[in-house]
């Protein structure tokens, strides 16, 4: 009975908590998750500075089943890592997970989409951004002109003010809308 193991303290465990969609059961699940994927690198206990200074590197990261296959991997560990290089700390893996969620809201879930789309960060998703994501939705296997034709078509779609990029109202305005956003945009924990 006493061998338990106590990965976060009660403080911790409420505190994040209160800033992810996730029960306390559902937190500890993810950090055996994050734990699994480098566990000599990773304690079995945590303390309060080790959630937010151990950092597993991004490639493996991307070799979760979660990710692996997923053509954004890379950039979806860029915009939640805390410093942008992909490289993860629990913390940045938690808020992951918590936007990945189902009980994530979907304007949530539509904000990082959007960051994720932004390719160059630039706040808007231009053409270069689109052609990139169709690029790398297509695995390489669209001709240049067909990518542009694509391009040209979604820009003609959602771009309503008309400055040949998307803005965060514009994409939010066509996601929402989108009726298997909801359950493309998820993580099962």
Not at 58 to 72: A, G, M, T
């Amino acid at each position: 009975m006493g061998n338990k193991v106590v990965t976060f303290t009660e403080q911790q465990l409420e505190d994040y908590q209160d800033c992810t969609f996730f029960t306390r059961k559902e937190i500890l699940r993810v950090f055996k998750r994050f734990r699994e994927v480098n566990p000599e690198l990773v304690p079995k206990r945590m303390t309060e500075n080790q959630a937010q200074t151990i950092v597993v590197p991004v490639e493996e990261i991307e070799k979760l089943p979660e990710l692996k296959e997923n053509p954004f991997k890379r950039r979806i560990c860029q915009v939640f890592s805390h410093d942008g290089s992909g490289n993860l700390t629990f913390e940045d893996f938690l808020d992951m997970m918590s936007v990945f969620s189902e009980a994530a809201p979907r304007e949530i879930k539509a904000w990082y989409a959007f960051r994720i789309y932004d390719l160059d960060d630039d706040m808007y998703i231009g053409r270069e951004d689109l052609l990139e994501a169709t690029r790398l939705l297509t695995r390489d296997e669209l001709q240049a002109h067909e990518r542009d034709d694509i391009v040209a078509s979604v820009l003609d779609e959602a771009d309503v003010d008309g400055d040949g990029r998307l803005s965060y109202m514009d994409f939010e305005h066509v996601v929402v809308r989108a009726p298997d956003f909801l359950s493309t945009f998820h993580i099962r924990v």
